[in-house]
C-alpha cells in the first residue's frame, strides 16, 4: 500500500482550503482595523479552546475502529451523534457560567464587538460538531468525497466573506456568519446526504460499542486538550498583555506560516489516519510514517527558505502597508510552525498505532515547558516574547516526537534523512494518472 499515491488528490485539496482561508483573512484585514482584527482573532482563539473541550475525540476513534474493524459503521453512527449531543450540552452549560468572566478577561478593546462574538458561541458551537462528526463519517466511507466536502466549505466559505464583508460591509458580523455559520450548514447538508443516501440506521444504542470507543477516545481527548494548551495557551496570555493591533499583527504572522508550511503536513496526516488505520502491521506503518515524515519535511524547509525572498512584497500587496510588520514576525516563525506542522505526522502515526499514551507524555512535558517560557518571557518581552515561546516550544515538541517515535521503532539518524526512494515515489505519483 503506497500510501502516498492519495497525496495527487489530497495535496490540491488542502492547498486550495489554505488559499481560501487566506483570502478570508486578506478580505477581512482590508475591511476592519489592526485593533478590531485582534478582538477577532481573540474570539478566535476563544472558540478553538471551547471547541476543543466540546470534541471528546470519539469521532477520530470511530474512524480508528471502524478500520480496524472493531465496531460496525451503521450500528455505531447513532451512538456517536448522542455522545456529542451530550457534550455539546454540557460545554454550553459550562460556557453560560463563565461567559461573563470571559467577556471582561479578553476583551478590554472593543468590549462591545467582543460581546456580541461570544454571544454567538451557544449557536456555532452546536454546527461545529455536527459538522465534523459528519465530516469524519465521510472519511470512513470515502477519502475523495472527504476532501470534495472540505473544497465545497471552503468555496462557500469564501463566497460568503465576500458577499457579507467586501460587499455588504457586515465587518465582524460577516466573519462570523462565513466562517461558522453558512458553510458549516452547507456541510451537514451535503455530508448527510452521502452517508444516509443509501444506508439505513436503527436508531439503537451499543453501549459495549460506547464504553469501548469512550475508553480509547479519553486518552485522545486528554491529547487534544494539552495539544489546544500548548497552541493556545501562550496565545491567550499574550492577547491579554499585547495590544490588540500587535496580537493581529502576530496572527496573521502565523496564518500566513500555516498557509505555507501546512497542505503537506494536513494531507499527509489525514491519510495516515485513514489508511494506517486498516493494517496491524508495526513495522510496516512505522517505515510509512517516516517516509511521510521525511518527505514533508524538506519540502517545507525548502518552500519556507523560498517564501523568505518575496513574502515581504506580498504581506505589502494582499494586507496593505499597515501590515507591514507582519512580514518580519513571519521570517521569525515560519520555520518553528515547519516544525510543529511536520511533526504532527507522527502524533497521528501514535493515535493509529495504539499508543496514544506516548503523545500525552510528550504533551505534558510541552505543557510545563511553555506555561514556563510564558510566565518568564511574554511578561518582560512583550511581542518578541512570544514569538520566543513560539519558537522553543516548536523545536522542543518537534525533537520529543522524533526521540519517542525513533526510540520505539528503533531508528537513527540516517532514516531522516531523504532518500532516492523517496525522491522517485514523488516522481512517480507527479506522473500517475489516478
Not at 186 to 210: E, V
Not at 260 to 284: C, E, H, R, W
Amino acid at each position: 500500500m503506497n500510501i502516498l499515491v492519495n497525496l495527487k488528490s489530497a495535496v490540491p485539496s488542502v492547498i486550495f482550503c489554505n488559499i481560501c482561508a487566506a483570502l478570508m483573512s486578506i478580505i477581512l484585514a482590508r475591511s476592519v482595523s489592526p485593533s478590531l482584527l485582534g478582538t477577532w482573532f481573540i474570539f478566535v482563539l476563544i472558540f478553538s479552546s471551547l471547541e476543543t473541550i466540546n470534541k471528546l475525540q470519539h469521532d477520530t476513534t470511530f474512524v480508528n475502529f471502524v478500520g480496524k474493524r472493531k465496531v460496525n459503521f451503521e450500528d455505531t453512527l447513532p451512538s456517536i451523534l448522542v455522545i456529542s449531543l451530550i457534550s455539546t450540552c454540557t460545554v454550553l452549560l459550562l460556557f453560560l457560567f463563565f461567559e461573563k468572566k470571559m467577556i471582561n478577561f479578553f476583551f478590554n478593546e472593543n468590549f462591545i464587538e467582543g460581546n456580541f462574538l461570544i454571544n454567538f458561541l451557544p449557536l456555532i458551537l452546536p454546527l461545529n460538531i455536527i459538522f465534523f462528526n459528519y465530516l469524519n463519517f465521510v472519511l470512513i466511507k470515502n477519502i475523495s468525497f472527504y476532501y470534495f466536502v472540505q473544497n465545497v466549505f471552503w468555496c462557500i466559505a469564501i463566497l460568503s466573506i465576500i458577499t457579507t464583508v467586501y460587499f455588504f460591509e457586515y465587518n465582524l458580523i460577516g466573519a462570523l456568519l462565513s466562517y461558522f455559520v453558512i458553510p458549516q450548514i452547507f456541510g451537514i447538508i451535503i455530508c448527510m446526504f452521502k452517508i444516509h443516501k443509501n444506508t439505513k440506521f436503527k436508531f439503537k444504542l451499543n453501549l459495549d460499542n460506547i464504553k469501548k470507543i469512550l475508553s480509547y477516545s479519553f486518552h485522545i481527548y486528554l491529547f487534544g486538550l494539552l495539544t489546544i494548551y500548548i497552541l493556545n495557551s501562550y496565545r491567550l496570555f499574550g492577547s491579554k498583555i499585547l495590544i490588540n493591533a500587535e496580537f493581529a499583527y502576530f496572527s496573521l504572522a502565523l496564518i500566513i506560516s500555516n498557509f505555507i508550511t501546512q497542505p503537506i503536513p494536513s494531507a499527509l496526516s489525514t491519510i495516515v489516519l485513514s489508511k494506517l488505520s486498516n493494517t496491524n502491521s508495526v513495522n510496516f506503518n512505522a517505515g510509512k510514517t517516516i517516509q511521510v515524515f521525511r518527505i514533508s519535511l524538506y519540502i517545507n524547509l525548502l518552500v519556507s527558505l523560498i517564501t523568505l525572498l518575496f513574502i515581504s512584497d506580498l504581506v505589502n500587496f494582499f494586507y496593505g502597508n499597515q501590515y507591514d510588520v507582519v512580514f518580519l514576525i513571519y521570517i521569525k516563525v515560519v520555520f518553528a510552525i515547519t516544525l510543529l506542522n511536520t511533526s504532527n505526522t507522527l502524533a497521528t502515526y501514535f493515535i493509529t498505532s495504539g499508543e496514544i499514551k506516548t503523545n500525552i507524555k510528550i504533551n505534558i512535558l510541552v505543557c510545563i515547558f511553555i506555561t514556563l517560557l510564558s510566565l518568564i518571557l511574554i511578561p518582560y518581552f512583550k511581542i518578541e516574547g512570544l514569538i520566543l515561546t513560539l519558537v522553543l516550544s516548536s523545536i522542543f515538541l518537534f525533537f520529543l516526537r522524533i526521540i519517542f517515535f525513533s526510540k520505539k521503532n528503533k531508528f537513527g539518524f540516517k532514516d531522516y534523512l531523504i532518500t532516492k526512494k523517496d525522491i522517485d515515489d514523488i516522481f512517480q505519483i507527479v506522473k500517475r494518472k489516478l
